[in-house]
């Protein structure tokens, strides 16, 4: 693990609900293995899959949100 801080991904906004709600569906293992995230061109979709996918990798997330020091936050940058 480096001493460099990771780059955390924040959701926008408008995310932040459907993030809980994912992520709680990942602590119950009821996640599906696969999601599609759709809608127009800048909304953020891109952003909400990283934070989701950092929040997933990360060993120790706070509020929903990556750490940004641990292994699992490095292998997302």
Do not use: I, N, Y
């Not at 996640?31 to 979709?45: N, R, S, T």
């Amino acid at each position: 693990m480096t001493a460099e801080k990771a780059v955390v991904e924040v959701p926008c906004p408008w995310h932040r609900e459907l993030l809980g709600r994912l992520l709680e569906r990942h602590s119950r293992q009821v996640l599906p293995h696969a999601l599609l995230f759709g809608g127009p061109a800048g909304v953020g979709k891109w952003r909400l899959a990283l934070s989701l996918a950092q929040a997933m990798l990360c060993d120790a997330p706070s509020a929903g949100l990556a750490c940004g020091h641990c292994r699992g936050c490095h292998l997302t940058t």
